[in-house]
């Protein structure tokens, strides 16, 4: 018997079918060990051992590991199959280490879809871990350890902030520096002048030979006085231009994609897109739909080139084949594994629509045409340009009609139309078109629009800080601390937000900046190359970073508790709001001398009724002080939910409904509202 461990539980159904009886998959249910909380500073980390790490199980997976133990003892060989990236490397070293394999023991299988041929493919082809990527994911651990440890504690001691960190922090500058930029933006005042036609607008663009710029209803009066409503033609130019077509989809595009199209945010669609990846039933047989989701290779395989170049073919015809388009030179990718693509094209999403969820068809419904989309030829365009002359001020019509639709056959609906037809004007070059109006439009200049998850994800791609698995966490993390807040899909900076960005920039303006980041992700992956030393990496960061810390918890300006405007009753003093470990609390400016802390009187949210036992749902708090919704009549009833219930049930299960962000969703099954 040969036992088989993955990452998710939701796998090994399918796993265990295509490899037969002679092996057993389990699951490790994600990382079985972190860092421990313990030694200098907490870090888990012994620094002055060359930072070597002190791993502690995470707590839960004792008996995970006590059974996957059982079942290595009973095996014959022991293949690790986790994701195939650094974080899945580094969850298979820990596995091995736990288990205490040895090395004839034990085989590393990656593949990159949950389909029949590749996972056989890839047991045919075992290989050793990688201990460079382990030492590569290992590192970064280390690093946003020790970052979001003493940065996190320095914050809770002198600002309204809970936490910072190696990446987010640079992610919130982002926004709270775009905010100061629209902040001081001082807007210029333009004008504009059109010349409005029954079947088209033409604008001012230049007097003679030279740029017109107006700068106010003056000058713009001025122009009109001086024209008729008579125009001559002075030029019509058609030239047949080419629509480039698409690339496949990486993680980020993925992202923003869904985010304009669907307005999904970064998580949700890697949720989606993580079930599309690890099976999903869809009659005939349970299988991956998509490749892994968590890439920044543009490749694709060169059977599913082969595959979709003959469904090309014998759908729309040999014409529609484009060149198969490779990433620009220069381009930081890591060509582990694929771009996110179907694993199959004849697996159309009209054909297993009925297996789907609304939001998983709309996501699996994008990948397949951005692949197919990306193998297709460029549409081609004809674009017309008009000059019309009026008292030697020149204006400009422009329109296209595309002729070959080539790509567009299949992504046009996602793509923004921007056909302008304009009237056919080549018998009246010799002749005058006559305006029914000239107007003039005040405008002012905008200053850049503040980041939405899309633009944000694509700003932190293009400088190169994170990596595909990190920009939905980024995001998550800074929302979750109030940091931002989403207006109209826009961040904006809280005030903490805005405080935490001050105060770091003050003291770590070295570190926490786009570049140290992007230079630390650099050098992250040079690890994984195995072309730089991981220790020399921690120990030139450590010399460069704790220093500025021990500067910061001694310089830094505590900022003060907002008072109360009430006193204490034992000692007269302000009493003053103050946060702690499970929020904020009301207690006396005197600490530690008098540690009053006032006690509040909470009253019972009742949310819905119980489906199980027609006793009460309330909101209730965990140890950590996190709200969740249970049941009052615990332990008798152990009804619980992270999301807030509505009080409707589910029209296909009877579970209660709860709102999940912006959804309505079934707390039991995959039903939406």
Request: proline residues 3%; positive net charge.
């Amino acid at each position: 018997m040969n036992l088989v461990i993955v990452e998710s539980p939701s796998k090994t159904k399918t796993i265990g079918k295509y490899l037969g009886s002679n092996y057993k998959v389990v699951s490790s249910k994600g990382h079985i060990r972190d860092l421990a909380t313990t030694g200098k500073f907490g870090l888990g980390i012994d620094i002055e051992n060359e930072f070597k790490p002190n791993y502690t199980v995470i707590k839960g997976k004792t008996s995970v590991i006590k059974d996957l133990k059982k079942d290595a003892a009973a095996s014959d060989i022991v293949y690790l199959a986790t994701d195939p990236d650094r974080e899945g490397e580094a969850i298979s070293w820990h596995i091995y280490d736990v288990l205490n394999l040895k090395d004839n023991k034990y085989e590393r299988v990656v593949f990159n879809e949950i389909t029949h041929d590749a996972v056989i493919n890839a047991f045919k082809s075992p290989r050793k871990i990688d201990y460079n990527l382990v030492k590569s994911q290992e590192t970064r651990r280390m690093l946003d350890r020790i970052i979001g440890f003493r940065l996190s504690k320095l914050m809770q001691s002198k600002t309204g902030g809970k936490s910072a960190g190696r990446v987010q922090s640079v992610a919130l500058k982002l926004i709270v520096d775009r905010e100061r930029e629209i902040e001081s933006f001082i807007p210029e005042e333009y004008w504009t002048i059109k010349a409005i036609f029954p079947d088209f607008e033409a604008e001012l663009e230049k007097y003679k030979n030279k740029k017109v710029e107006i700068k106010n209803e003056v000058e713009a009066d001025n122009i009109i006085k001086n024209l008729s409503k008579s125009f001559n033609i002075d030029s019509i130019e058609k030239k047949e231009k080419s629509k480039k077509g698409v690339m496949p989809f990486t993680t980020s595009t993925l992202q923003q994609a869904c985010a304009n199209k669907f307005n999904f945010g970064a998580s949700k669609t890697m949720r989606i897109a993580q079930k599309l990846y690890e099976s999903v039933d869809i009659g005939t047989e349970t299988v991956g739909l998509i490749t892994y989701m968590r890439t920044d290779s543009l490749r694709l395989s060169d059977t599913f080139i082969k595959d979709a170049q003959g469904y090309i073919a014998k759908n729309y015809g040999k014409e529609y084949i484009g060149p198969v388009k490779k990433a620009k030179k220069g381009q930081n990718v890591q060509d582990a594994h694929e771009a996110i693509r179907p694993t199959s094209i004849n697996r159309t999403p009209g054909s297993i629509k009925e297996y789907l969820s609304n939001d998983e068809y709309k996501v699996y419904s994008i990948i397949y045409a951005r692949a197919l989309a990306s193998l297709m030829s460029d549409a081609k365009v004809l674009a017309t340009t008009i000059i019309l002359e009026n008292n030697n001020y020149y204006f400009k019509a422009t329109g296209q009609i595309v002729t070959f639709k080539g790509y567009l056959n299949v992504y046009g609906k996602y793509v923004e139309s921007d056909d302008v037809v304009l009237p056919d004007l080549e018998g009246y070059k010799t002749k005058v078109l006559i305006s029914e109006d000239i107007e003039k439009k005040q405008h002012f200049t905008e200053p850049k629009p503040r980041y939405t998850e899309a633009s944000l994800i694509k700003e932190l791609e293009s400088l190169g800080i994170g990596r595909p698995s990190t920009y939905a966490k980024i995001i998550e993390v800074i929302k979750e601390r109030l940091y931002v807040k989403l207006i109209e899909k826009k961040f904006h900076p809280t005030e903490v937000g805005i405080e935490i960005t001050d105060k770091l920039q003050e003291f770590f303006s070295n570190i926490i900046n786009v570049e140290y980041t992007a230079n630390m992700e650099n050098d992250l992956d040079l690890i994984a190359e195995d072309k730089e030393d991981n220790i020399k990496v921690l120990k030139n960061f450590f010399n460069d970073f704790e220093p500025l810390v021990e500067k910061a918890f001694h310089e830094m300006e505590k900022k003060a508790p907002e008072t109360t405007g009430e006193k204490c009753p034992e000692c007269g003093n302000e009493l003053v709001i103050r946060s702690g470990k499970y929020g904020e609390f009301t207690a006396c400016s005197n600490y530690p001398t008098c540690k009053y802390i006032k006690k509040e009187e909470k009253e019972t949210s009742i949310i819905c009724k119980c489906p199980s036992c027609g006793h009460n749902i309330i909101e209730k708090r965990s140890k950590r002080g996190k709200v969740f919704y249970g049941c009052d009549n615990y332990p008798k009833c152990k009804n619980a939910y992270w999301d807030k219930p509505t009080g409707e049930t589910c029209p296909n299960c009877s579970s209660l409904l709860v709102e999940h962000g912006k959804q309505i969703k079934c707390s039991n099954c995959d039903y939406q509202k």
